[in-house]
């Protein structure tokens, strides 16, 4: 599969604990971005790199969110001390003349 | 403002029906303009560009107008296969943003 592929798809975790997402994007696509959608809402942008570096951050993400992209390849989105409000789903996109989503990991906080 | 404001429907149309959806965006320094699909719990996908000449692929058309800040995307000839919800999405700089969608359910 030469997709963008997430992990995990499903996380269920108790508030006040830490989760992290994984993002494989598409080889060779060298901007990498992290939206994150709820229900009835479009995504909203999250943060973004270009290679590893992490050009641009929402003030959507907290000092509660963290996002790194070590090598340039794949990427990780980290909550800690997560919050029912952070209930949502969390897309990864890599581009290159279009953004290509990856299947989103669902987070649901209880 | 948000960037981009998209009626969020619902749209129920019955099959064979056109539709239009509208969208506009705030940014006049805005470069680039998409329709993308959405299925139930799927990942957005991109349906078509957006070019200011008007695009048309199939039984979708694609309008830009500059001058009003308008993205208009047109469904001739509804499919059942076509109901999801429609985002439009602005490309500004290195930013994509995202109208809320709309909503379309077409019924047999």
């Known amino acids: 599969d030469t997709g963008v592929s997430q992990d995990p798809r499903h996380k269920i975790t108790k508030r006040g604990q830490n989760v992290t997402f994984r993002c494989d994007p598409i080889?060779?696509?060298?901007?990498l971005y992290w939206y994150r959608q709820t229900l009835g809402q479009g995504p909203e942008f999250l943060t973004y790199f270009q290679n590893e570096a992490q050009l641009e951050k929402s003030r959507l993400l907290s000092d509660r969110f963290s996002a790194e992209r070590p090598k340039g390849s794949f990427s990780t989105l980290e909550i800690q001390r997560t919050e029912q409000g952070d209930s949502a789903m969390y897309l990864c996109?890599?581009?290159?003349?279009?953004?290509?989503f990856g299947e989103g990991s669902r987070l649901t906080v209880l | 403002r948000k960037e981009v404001e998209q009626d969020p429907g619902p749209f129920n149309v019955p099959e064979g029906a056109t539709v239009a959806f509208n969208c506009t965006y705030s940014n006049s320094a805005s470069q680039s303009f998409f329709w993308y699909r959405q299925d139930c719990r799927k990942e957005p996908k991109l349906l078509m560009s957006v070019y200011s000449s008007g695009n048309e692929d199939g039984r979708f058309t694609a309008q830009l107008n500059r001058a009003s800040q308008y993205i208009s995307l047109l469904i001739r000839d509804s499919k059942l296969s076509d109901s999801a919800t429609y985002l439009c999405?602005?490309?500004?700089?290195?930013?994509?943003?995202f109208g809320t969608g709309t909503s379309l359910t077409v019924i047999p």
């Open positions: 996109a890599s581009w290159t003349g279009e953004l290509f």
């Open positions: 080889s060779e696509h060298n901007r």
């Open positions: 999405v602005v490309n500004t700089g290195n930013q994509f943003y």
